[in-house]
């Protein structure tokens, strides 16, 4: 459901203008087509944390890669909870969901695929598991897919402002 993300009352600077609602195919554009994004996880202790990351479109979600061993992965591991966010030429977007590691062969191979037509990169899906078979000691990855719950897009006129809230 696509809404205004201000009202008359607290708009100022905002569009309270329904006309400038851009729709969930605009966001989902910017997602697909965006060369890298911006995820923030919570650390155990509550700090926030912040790191780029490449981002693909696959089974109708954003999804990423990390290392296991890596300080977000433990952070998702504790907590799902996580924030997307990926600037675009007409829209700037923050995606706020929770992330779930993949772990069906099948999902594993059509996010893989998505790496290796978007990015070039060649990851190898064996036993359950994604590796990098051309770097140095053939090192495992994790995919996740992020289930969004709310997402919001700023135009970049800086007046336009839309809020996405998913059943």
Known sequence: MAELLF???DATPFSTDEAT?????????????????????????????????????AD???CFTI???SRKSGNLALNPHCVITVPGETLDLVVEGEASRLDDEAELQRVADAFKAKYGWELVVRDGSVYEDGFPG??????????????????????????WRFA
Do not use: M, N
């Not at 966001?27 to 087509?33: D, I, N, P, T």
């Not at 289930?147 to 336009?160: H, V």
């Open 138 to 163: 053939t090192p495992e990855y994790g995919f996740y897919r992020i289930t969004p719950a709310r997402a919001f897009g700023y135009g970049s006129d800086g007046l336009t402002a839309t809020r």
């Open 7 to 9: 009202g008359e009352t």
């Open 60 to 62: 109708d979600a954003p």
């Open 67 to 69: 290392r296991p061993g």
């Open 21 to 57: 609602l851009k729709s969930w195919d605009q966001a989902r554009a910017c997602l697909e087509s965006t060369p890298k994004a911006w995820l923030s996880t919570v650390r155990p202790d509550g700090r926030p944390h912040a790191t780029p990351l490449l981002l693909v479109w």
